[in-house]
């Protein structure tokens, strides 16, 4: 069932955050991955919340 802290940060997490899941073509993830990476970030997740937050800045 894992420990206490997994299960803590778990329900910290389902009501902190809500979840997206995107689907792309085979290879492209590699792609994205490494476009991440290049332009300074650690990790998918946080390449493309910085996308959105600059798309969603443009917008307003």
């Given at each position: 069932m894992g420990t206490a802290r997994t299960r803590a940060n778990r329900k910290?997490?389902?009501?902190?955050?809500?979840?997206?899941?995107?689907?792309?073509?085979?290879?492209?993830?590699a792609e994205i991955e490494s476009r991440a990476k290049e332009t300074?970030?650690?990790s998918i997740n946080s390449y493309v919340n910085n996308l959105i937050a600059k798309d969603i800045g443009r917008r307003k």
């Open positions: 910290y997490n389902e009501k902190a955050y809500d979840r997206l899941y995107v689907t792309v073509p085979k290879g492209k993830k300074g970030h650690d």
